[in-house]
């Protein structure tokens, strides 16, 4: 019995694959142009990115029917929201939070007809103020209650 596991009537493992006895196929293959790469007009892209933007649209179903990669129309929407962003910018108008400000505790908050509790707890302290509240003698109590602990 011969050592390689092919059976001995199995005559295609012996057979020379050329006519001149040869094991190796030699074959070249020139490929020329882009194939099935295209290119992307910029207004192509923006309204293919707009239309997976619209409400209720699916990125996955909108590069199916341009029959496009869907981490393709990802990647054009990073950056058509990146030139987004850096159009704000250019603008003067930088994204962030808005600092806000308290100022006055004067006056007393609407009388409504239900009865709101209001419970603050600062540390060990816990405040519980019930019904209509003035402001001015909220604001001095959470003054205090902020100086006790330090």
Same mark, same amino acid.
């Given at each position: 019995?011969?050592?390689?596991?092919?059976?001995?009537?199995?005559?295609?493992?012996?057979?020379?694959?050329?006519?001149?006895?040869?094991?190796?196929?030699?074959?070249?293959?020139?490929?020329?142009?882009?194939?099935? *790469? %295209?290119?992307?007009?910029?207004?192509?892209? @923006? $309204?293919?990115?707009?239309?997976?933007? !619209? +409400? =209720?649209?699916?990125?996955?179903?909108?590069?199916?029917?341009?029959?496009?990669?869907?981490?393709?129309?990802?990647?054009? *929407? %990073?950056?058509?929201?990146?030139?987004?962003? @850096? $159009?704000?910018?250019?603008?003067?108008? !930088? +994204? =962030?939070?808005?600092?806000?400000?308290?100022?006055?505790?004067?006056?007393?908050l609407p009388v409504c007809e239900e009865q709101g509790a209001i419970e603050i707890e600062v540390g060990a302290v816990r405040i519980r103020v019930v019904g209509t509240v003035d402001r001015r003698a909220l604001c001095e109590v959470l003054?205090?209650?902020?100086?006790?602990?330090?």
């Amino acid at each position: 019995m011969s050592k390689d596991s092919c059976k001995d009537g199995d005559k295609d493992r012996h057979t020379a694959i050329l006519e001149d006895g040869s094991n190796t196929l030699q074959r070249i293959e020139i490929i020329t142009g882009t194939g099935r *790469r %295209r290119r992307w007009s910029t207004d192509a892209k @923006a $309204a293919i990115v707009a239309e997976s933007f !619209a +409400p =209720g649209a699916s990125a996955s179903g909108v590069a199916r029917r341009y029959d496009i990669s869907p981490g393709l129309l990802f990647l054009w *929407r %990073r950056q058509a929201t990146r030139a987004k962003v @850096a $159009a704000r910018r250019d603008g003067g108008v !930088a +994204p =962030g939070f808005v600092p806000v400000t308290i100022t006055g505790c004067g006056g007393k908050l609407p009388v409504c007809e239900e009865q709101g509790a209001i419970e603050i707890e600062v540390g060990a302290v816990r405040i519980r103020v019930v019904g209509t509240v003035d402001r001015r003698a909220l604001c001095e109590v959470l003054a205090a209650v902020g100086t006790v602990g330090r």
